[in-house]
């Protein structure tokens, strides 16, 4: 992936439920991945990025998320400044 594109698309589906999940996300990679199921929590007042995950038996299992630490903080700071953007408009 280049610099400049890695993600090329957000959507946000608003949620507010009372365990602190604010949003689900779906993304698009460079034009040619689709993520969705995307989760927004909201913990001491902070944003934090969940990726989704699948029940299997009596626990659980990641189906996505990005491996190299600076994409996955791309992402993951690019999702939470669009969120918190789209926040705002709604409050004005």
């Known amino acids: 992936m280049n ?5 090329t698309g957000v959507k946000f ?3 507010n439920d009372d365990r602190g999940l604010r949003a689900k996300v779906d993304i698009v990679l460079d034009g040619y991945l689709s993520i969705k199921g995307i989760g927004i929590v909201e913990y001491d007042g902070k944003y934090k990025v969940t990726y989704p995950t699948k029940r299997a038996g009596e626990g659980h299992f990641t189906v996505v998320m990005p491996l190299d630490v600076r994409i996955r903080e791309r992402i993951n700071g690019l999702i939470i400044r669009k969120y918190k953007r789209l926040i705002n408009k709604e409050e004005e």
């Open 3 to 7: 610099s400049k594109g890695i993600v």
């Open 13 to 15: 589906i608003p949620v």
